[in-house]
């Protein structure tokens, strides 16, 4: 007797949802700060369309998969699959849920509604009303995982905080003395490149007062293709000053500061922070007025432990190194997780940390 191997329509949905998720990936970075959506076309229980949301200001993904659609004139009886409810307002572009209105399409899944209060249900409600038949919540909190950085930002009014820093095998982020103006480096070639590629991904990196003096990091994409980042800098009283490489006005730089005497100019804008009273709180609050998803905390420890002790962190990313330093900078510690993923780099061990 031959078993039934025949889908049930809940591991349909599931399936066309997890291809949406598949496809979503490959928009996720250059969509920021909006979220990379997938979608795709189902007539017969054969794709017909597929697409995820273009670079920021282009189309979402609806329409592109409605545009992939060789026959068009088979919308009027097909199922539309999107990992993030449609989007009912104006923006850079049309709301997608009007799109598919207008195109007649009876049936919508999708994976879970979007918290932009813009939108947050609406869609959904205005495809309904419209007679659209609509179902919500198909691998719900893997569509949310896909969009982390856009969920965060809305849910909680704060950038997705990214932890990272490499230490010694003895547990050291730095030697008690070092040259101004060079880094230490601890961890391979490999990992650096690993960076820089964070860098292109991520909306923000950011370091304080004394990494900017010490290390004169420019926070850009260099070991990789991509944009830059926005970089972000402590500076207290103002210490920080040409010809430091985060003033070279290459990239849209921050600087969180109680000097009220900066004044923005094209190179840097200054945001002004009482450093004495919870100052990661309101560096959150200062990123999320620039529309900042996400930020990668680069250091130093001060920094680092800072947000650690508040609490504020969503990852770390952590390499290790296989050699020792035997003296020097204590690296910071987050608690432990039984969410942690390890990953060799030649001869580094990256630790990523997820709360």
Known sequence: MF?????????????YISRCLQLAKQGT??????????????????????GFTSAYGGPHAEPNAIASVKNPELLKESTLYVSLEPCSHFGKTPPCADLVIEKKIPKVVIGTIDPFAKVCGRGI????????????????KKCQESNKRFFTFHQNKRPYIILKWAQTADGFIAPNTQVDNRPFWISNNYSKQLVHKWRSEEMAFLVGTNTALKDNPSLTTRDWYGKDPVRVYLDRTGKVTQPNALLDGVAKTICITTNNDLVSTDKVVYAYADFSTNLPQ?????????????????????????????????????????????DGVKAPQVPSSNNTVQHRILNDTLNIVKR
């Open 3 to 15: 078993k039934d191997t025949a889908l049930s329509t809940l591991e349909k949905h599931e399936l």
């Open 29 to 50: 970075y250059a969509a920021l700060p909006n979220p990379s959506v997938g979608a795709v076309i189902v007539h017969n229980d054969k794709i017909i369309g597929e």
């Open 125 to 140: 409600e205005k495809m309904r009303e419209a007679g659209i038949e609509v179902i919500v919540g198909i691998l719900e």
């Open 282 to 326: 309101q560096i959150c609050d200062i990123l999320y007025q620039h529309n900042i998803l996400s930020v990668v905390i680069e250091g130093g420890t001060t920094t680092l432990d800072a947000f650690i002790n508040c609490g504020l962190w969503d990852e770390a990313r952590i390499f290790v190194a296989q050699h020792n330093l035997g």
